[in-house]
């Protein structure tokens, strides 16, 4: 060793403390290599000129001078901690904060750590006896512990979420009736993510004894779920027949597992019914929520249910089914009451096409009730374009342009389709341009979709490493 360093140890121990200072200051937080090996560096050299100049860590300083003497000793006392805070930062190198067993597992280690270096300093440093130290630190822990009981309780609960671990840091969960997405979890709390894009801070002693939905076990999938009152007096198999036909006209739903629709509940006024489908992880669950009550709304209103009466009559269908219609909005009552006595009902059974490609509509087609699919071809293959349900339209272009139809139109469910012959609706046409134009621009984002749906996707470039550039390169 230098004789610098051996005749002003005390010095050069304090410029190592400053280095590590300066490196914990200036190494930024994505160089964990840089910053553990650098402290560790340091810790080590630290180690080295403190044990040369005889202040070992299990002895008192040799010192005689008074100054000296005091400056060893705090030097001693910050070796216990400086060892015990570069312990921390390489065990945070070797285990990365992921989930539970990353995040808290560091906290708990690290606080473990920091308690055995303290009483070790106190021990060894400053002479202080272990029996009192130990009964000391017990009566302070139990002071503590009441003070801090509830604070206590969310560090425990968090250990057994740990090893439980019942959800992970982005898993959308719902705790206590609070649905969000996992940002953080910590030693006391599980921080949540919720659709209205704001933060609700779980402590983890609520989530250890309370009901937790993971919607993202298993990974790929997640549940979306509704619930609706109907009233008693409307048959039972008449709503779940309208909810299933919602959920089918759904694409975004998967095929398998298939959607369900249930009974609840019953009380003496109305039923509850719970319909759920399931999507791929990443999908905007609220949204799709939003069009799955739409669309029970839509069914149950087509199959005569207004949840305040009696079911309808098939002509008050009809001419209700006007009233949802935004084509025909600028109508008046009269007008729409007229028309509605020209919307001949057709019936449709689950599989049968009712627009094929190329043929021109004889007419405006209506759906009353269930599920029509429509489908573009693309090189040959069958392409779905999307899902059709109660009041949605479709055969506009044979009506405004006499232009074929673009898509094959095949019923997915029995379907009730009211169709309006073409010359009853160019009346209507020539009357309002309103209706003209919706209709008109209808055809053109329909146009617009299927031409978005037929233009080719770029290939995805395949990334490779020299690793396998060489392989394929080898005879």
């Given at each position: 060793?230098?004789?610098?360093?051996?005749?002003?140890?005390?010095?050069?121990?304090?410029?190592?403390?400053?280095?590590?200072?300066?490196?914990?200051?200036?190494?930024?937080?994505?160089?964990?290599?840089?910053?553990?090996?650098?402290?560790?560096?340091?810790?080590?050299?630290?180690?080295?000129?403190?044990?040369?100049?005889?202040?070992?860590?299990?002895?008192?300083?040799?010192?005689?001078?008074?100054?000296?003497?005091?400056?060893?000793?705090?030097?001693?006392?910050?070796?216990?901690?400086?060892?015990?805070?570069?312990?921390?930062?390489?065990?945070?190198?070797?285990?990365?904060?992921?989930?539970?067993?990353?995040?808290?597992?560091?906290?708990?280690?690290?606080?473990?750590?920091?308690?055995?270096?303290?009483?070790?300093?106190?021990?060894?440093?400053?002479?202080?006896?272990?029996?009192?130290?130990?009964?000391?630190?017990?009566?302070?822990?139990?002071?503590?512990?009441?003070?801090?009981?509830?604070?206590?309780?969310?560090?425990?609960?968090?250990?057994?979420?740990?090893?439980?671990?019942?959800?992970?840091?982005?898993?959308?969960?719902?705790?206590?009736?609070?649905?969000?997405?996992?940002?953080?979890?910590?030693?006391?709390?599980?921080?949540?993510?919720?659709?209205?894009?704001?933060?609700?801070?779980?402590?983890n002693s609520l989530a250890a004894k309370t009901k937790v939905h993971n919607f993202s076990r298993p990974i790929d999938i997640n549940g979306v779920t509704i619930h609706l009152s109907v009233p008693v007096?409307?048959?039972?198999?008449?709503?779940?027949?309208?909810?299933?036909?919602?959920?089918?006209?759904?694409?975004?739903?998967?095929?398998?597992?298939?959607?369900?629709?249930?009974?609840?509940?019953?009380?003496?006024?109305?039923?509850?019914?719970?319909?759920?489908?399931?999507?791929?992880?990443?999908?905007?669950?609220?949204?799709?929520?939003?069009?799955?009550?739409?669309?029970?709304?839509?069914?149950?209103?087509?199959?005569?249910?207004?949840?305040?009466?009696?079911?309808?009559?098939?002509?008050?269908?009809?001419?209700?089914?006007?009233?949802?219609?935004?084509?025909?909005?600028?109508?008046?009552?009269?007008?729409?009451?007229?028309?509605?006595?020209?919307?001949?009902?057709?019936?449709?059974?689950?599989?049968?096409?009712?627009?094929?490609?190329?043929?021109?509509?004889?007419?405006?087609?209506?759906?009353?009730?269930?599920?029509?699919?429509?489908?573009?071809?693309?090189?040959?293959?069958t392409l779905e374009a999307g899902r059709l349900g109660p009041g949605d339209i479709f055969g506009e272009e044979g009506v405004a342009a006499e232009a074929p139809s673009l898509a094959r139109f095949t019923?997915?469910?029995?379907?009730?389709?009211?169709?309006?012959?073409?010359?009853?609706?160019?009346?209507?046409?020539?009357?309002?341009?309103?209706?003209?134009?919706?209709?008109?621009?209808?055809?053109?984002?329909?146009?617009?979709?299927?031409?978005?749906?037929?233009?080719?996707?770029?290939?995805?470039?395949?990334?490779?490493?020299?690793?396998?550039?060489?392989?394929?390169?080898?005879?």
């Amino acid at each position: 060793m230098p004789p610098f360093v051996q005749n002003h140890p005390l010095v050069i121990s304090v410029v190592l403390l400053l280095l590590d200072v300066l490196a914990w200051r200036m190494i930024p937080a994505s160089r964990q290599i840089w910053s553990a090996s650098t402290r560790l560096l340091l810790f080590v050299l630290y180690s080295a000129v403190i044990f040369q100049a005889g202040m070992g860590p299990t002895n008192p300083p040799p010192f005689t001078d008074d100054t000296q003497n005091l400056v060893a000793t705090i030097l001693e006392i910050i070796w216990w901690l400086f060892g015990a805070r570069t312990l921390t930062v390489v065990i945070s190198l070797l285990m990365p904060r992921i989930g539970h067993a990353g995040r808290l597992f560091q906290d708990v280690l690290g606080a473990l750590i920091f308690l055995v270096a303290i009483v070790a300093a106190a021990t060894y440093v400053l002479d202080l006896p272990v029996k009192g130290l130990l009964a000391t630190s017990g009566i302070m822990a139990i002071v503590i512990g009441l003070a801090l009981q509830s604070t206590l309780s969310d560090v425990f609960s968090g250990i057994v979420l740990n090893i439980t671990k019942p959800y992970l840091l982005d898993d959308w969960v719902s705790i206590e009736d609070t649905e969000g997405k996992v940002i953080e979890i910590d030693w006391r709390a599980t921080h949540l993510l919720t659709s209205q894009g704001s933060t609700v801070v779980i402590p983890n002693s609520l989530a250890a004894k309370t009901k937790v939905h993971n919607f993202s076990r298993p990974i790929d999938i997640n549940g979306v779920t509704i619930h609706l009152s109907v009233p008693v007096q409307v048959r039972p198999r008449l709503v779940l027949d309208a909810l299933e036909k919602a959920m089918q006209g759904i694409g975004a739903l998967l095929p398998n597992p298939k959607p369900k629709v249930t009974i609840k509940g019953s009380d003496l006024e109305s039923m509850q019914y719970e319909a759920i489908g399931f999507v791929r992880a990443g999908e905007n669950k609220a949204e799709i929520r939003n069009l799955m009550y739409d669309l029970a709304h839509r069914h149950l209103e087509a199959s005569g249910i207004d949840f305040t009466s009696e079911p309808v009559t098939r002509h008050q269908s009809s001419r209700l089914l006007l009233e949802e219609m935004k084509v025909f909005r600028d109508l008046s009552t009269a007008e729409k009451e007229s028309l509605s006595q020209h919307m001949s009902p057709l019936a449709y059974s689950a599989g049968q096409v009712v627009l094929d490609y190329g043929e021109i509509a004889g007419g405006l087609l209506v759906i009353g009730t269930g599920v029509v699919r429509a489908t573009v071809l693309e090189q040959g293959d069958t392409l779905e374009a999307g899902r059709l349900g109660p009041g949605d339209i479709f055969g506009e272009e044979g009506v405004a342009a006499e232009a074929p139809s673009l898509a094959r139109f095949t019923a997915l469910t029995p379907c009730k389709i009211y169709r309006i012959d073409k010359d009853i609706i160019k009346g209507y046409l020539e009357q309002h341009v309103e209706v003209l134009a919706a209709i008109s621009n209808l055809r053109h984002q329909r146009s617009q979709l299927s031409d978005s749906l037929l233009t080719p996707k770029p290939s995805p470039i395949k990334k490779t490493g020299f690793l396998q550039w060489w392989l394929k390169r080898r005879p």
